[in-house]
């Protein structure tokens, strides 16, 4: 009965009710909007960096010199570490790529038939490349999709020609793949921050360069290790011992545990997006001010029916629980209209940028239940002043 008669005074008031909802939805909205596009970003930006091989542990020289290059030695050494599934060399180059009369500024790697697990490569067309490519020195190459689409205009560009620029001239590759590389939304969403790659044999890379060795060796460990730190600390431990026996204690070899920091980016953006909703949150007790204003001005205009159901037999806690479930109703209306639009909005983002859409619930569920507590608490100053007034002055009033 009294839920019904809390609708009914709500709705009596319409324009007042619909704008202290508002206010609630705003502060509820903005919360969940940051949440949610904060934890869709974070799962983008870590899918992201799996693809680009920052879900790997990687070895390089903290030298550049022709003398601190790895070699097929060091390769074979980490591959005989307990907990080392695999080894791959790497060259790098940054340079510039001319396809169909376009300049694109990109990342040259040299790899071998080991990339699409170490660095998780996959071709959306074509194919990418093979131990007889690296055999036989091929000039072919695998370009990024994002590469092949500001070229052509479209993803599939197997068999056309790329003109990559390496030690000071442009050599022509035949196009045998296009990459899907994950990080075509993030290109478009930072305008270019992220370079664009192109892969090539690295025997080719080597023999273009007239370089022996390579720059870096990225190293694929196994499931169980992946998996924990722990693990990860020991192989990387064993991985810098292996080497320093075999190269000497003062290698100037680093080991770097790729996927750690993929885990430290990831708590930034956790705690960045964690702050930014502690501050969109304190428009919730501006909502909750907004609501103790609302039934503060309810109170004063229904002093004489407050005053009629008290002298027909209403008791106080009557009267304070029916303006409290108003508060309540009111929060409770505004905080579930706001998570929707939030929801509903970065869905739509989401949509529009090729991001998949991935929603971290609790917080929002958080939001929605403190404006709803706010609501109780603000509103019960209100409640606890209807329920005090005297029946005989009420119905003067």
């Known amino acids: 009965m009294i839920n019904r008669i809390c609708f009914i005074n709500i709705f009596r008031a319409k324009t007042r009710s619909a704008l202290t909802v508002c206010a609630i939805s705003v502060g509820v909205f903005a919360v969940t909007l940051i949440s949610a596009a904060g934890t869709a970003g974070k799962e983008q930006v870590s899918k992201t960096l799996e693809t680009m091989g920052i879900n790997s542990i990687l070895v390089q020289h903290e030298n550049t010199a022709a003398s601190a290059w790895l070699t097929e030695d060091d390769i074979n050494a980490i591959n005989r570490v307990h907990g080392v599934t695999k080894a791959m060399p790497l060259m790098a180059s940054v340079n510039k790529t001319q396809v169909l009369n376009k300049n694109i500024n990109c990342f040259t790697w040299g790899v071998n038939s080991n990339a699409k697990e170490i660095i998780s490569l996959e071709a959306m067309h074509g194919r990418l490349i093979t131990t007889q490519d690296t055999a036989a020195k091929k000039m072919v190459c695998v370009i990024d999709e994002d590469i092949a689409r500001a070229a052509y205009g479209r993803s599939n560009v197997v068999g056309k020609t790329a003109r990559v620029l390496l030690a000071g001239s442009y050599h022509d590759f035949e196009i045998i793949g296009v990459a899907k590389s994950g990080i075509s939304t993030l290109q478009s969403a930072l305008s270019g921050i992220i370079p664009n790659f192109v892969y090539i044999p690295i025997t080719t890379m080597q023999m273009i360069t007239g370089r022996n060795g390579y720059d870096k060796i990225a190293v694929l460990i196994n499931e169980q290790g992946a998996n924990s730190g722990a693990d990860d600390t020991a192989i990387i431990d064993s991985i810098s011992r292996t080497l320093s026996d075999q190269r000497g204690e003062n290698s100037g070899l680093i080991v770097s545990n ?76 505004g905080s579930g209209i706001g998570a929707i639009l939030g929801l509903i909005v970065t869905a739509a983002g989401c949509a529009i940028y090729g991001i998949e859409f991935t929603a971290n619930f609790s917080p929002i569920i958080l939001a929605v239940s403190v404006a709803v507590g706010l609501g109780g608490v603000f509103g019960a100053y209100p409640a606890v002043k209807a329920a005090r007034l005297a029946p005989i002055e009420a119905l003067r009033q």
């Open 258 to 333: 790729l996927l750690q920091q993929k885990q430290g980016l990831e708590n930034i953006m956790g705690t960045v997006t964690l702050v930014l909703s502690l501050i969109a949150g304190i428009s919730l007790i501006v909502s909750g001010l907004t609501v103790m204003t609302t039934m503060l001005v309810s109170v004063n205009e229904r002093t004489r029916e407050i005053g009629i159901k008290k002298s027909i037999g209403a008791k106080d806690f009557d009267i304070a629980r029916e303006f409290l479930l108003e508060s309540v109703l009111l929060s409770g209306m």
